[in-house]
């Protein structure tokens, strides 16, 4: 079964200091994408980051980057320099087989 | 490119009634997802449709349905709505083919309250 676990429910950082959101799954695929999302309050969820499993280099798009262990099945998020638009539920997510599958969701809150 | 479109956004039901929502995908994207949305449940697969057929579905009673027409758009039914029902609907859309494709674009959602 592919499942995906996000092990923090909620979480708060100081803005401009950074923050590490966690992200484990589970599958016996070889080919996958993982991705993360971010849907603000009352807000349409977007795309923040997206890395294939057969790369190494982990992916950096502006101030998100992600820590990919493979062997681990591990999928970290890292939010440096935070802003108070970054308050958000962030989601990990992976996709194999044609389908997409979601954990359960971190809130995180941004404090001024 | 207008982005994904979900109508409508907020419906009220009662328990037994039955409920259809829409989601236009981004242009050129022809395939499309719908997801549950619920505190604590994060997001839970309801089905995809590609090419106007259904290609992956998940755990979900045969109460929910769905079809994609020839303009990629898409509808989904809810029968004999439950109170457990109430939930986020979300829609998201794909290229589903070459680098991009497992990019995926969400609609707004529409917010489903059964009473």
């Known amino acids: 079964a592919q499942t995906v676990t996000q092990s923090q429910p909620e979480m708060s950082v100081q803005e401009a200091e950074t923050v590490t959101l966690s992200c484990t799954y589970d599958?016996?695929?070889?080919?996958?994408?993982l991705f993360w999302y971010k849907q603000p309050p009352s807000r349409q969820m977007i795309l923040v980051i997206r890395q294939e499993a057969y790369k190494q280099q982990n992916a950096t798009e502006n101030r998100f980057s992600v820590n990919f262990q493979k062997a681990a099945k591990s999928f970290s998020l890292k939010i440096s320099d935070s802003q108070l638009g970054d308050t958000a539920m962030y989601f990990c997510?992976?996709?194999?087989?044609?389908?997409?599958?979601f954990g359960t969701g971190t809130s995180l809150t941004v404090i001024p | 490119k207008a982005g994904v479109t979900q109508t409508p956004r907020y419906l009220i039901k009662t328990r037994g009634q039955q409920v259809t929502l829409s989601c236009s995908p981004i242009s050129g994207h022809r395939s499309v997802s719908w997801y549950q949305q619920t505190p604590g449940q994060g997001l839970q697969f309801l089905f995809e449709?590609?090419?106007?057929?259904?290609?992956n579905k998940g755990n979900f009673p045969g109460r929910f349905s769905g079809r994609q027409f020839s303009n990629s758009r898409s509808e989904m039914n809810v029968s004999t709505l439950e109170l457990g029902d109430s939930a986020l609907y979300l829609c998201?859309?794909?290229?589903?083919?070459?680098?991009?494709?497992?990019?995926?674009?969400f609609g707004p959602g529409t917010r489903l309250t059964v009473t």
């Open positions: 599958t016996s695929e070889s080919n996958y994408y």
């Open positions: 998201a859309s794909s290229l589903a083919s070459g680098a991009s494709s497992y990019e995926q674009y």
């Open positions: 449709y590609f090419s106007e057929t259904q290609r």
């Open positions: 997510a992976f996709h194999t087989g044609n389908q997409f599958y």
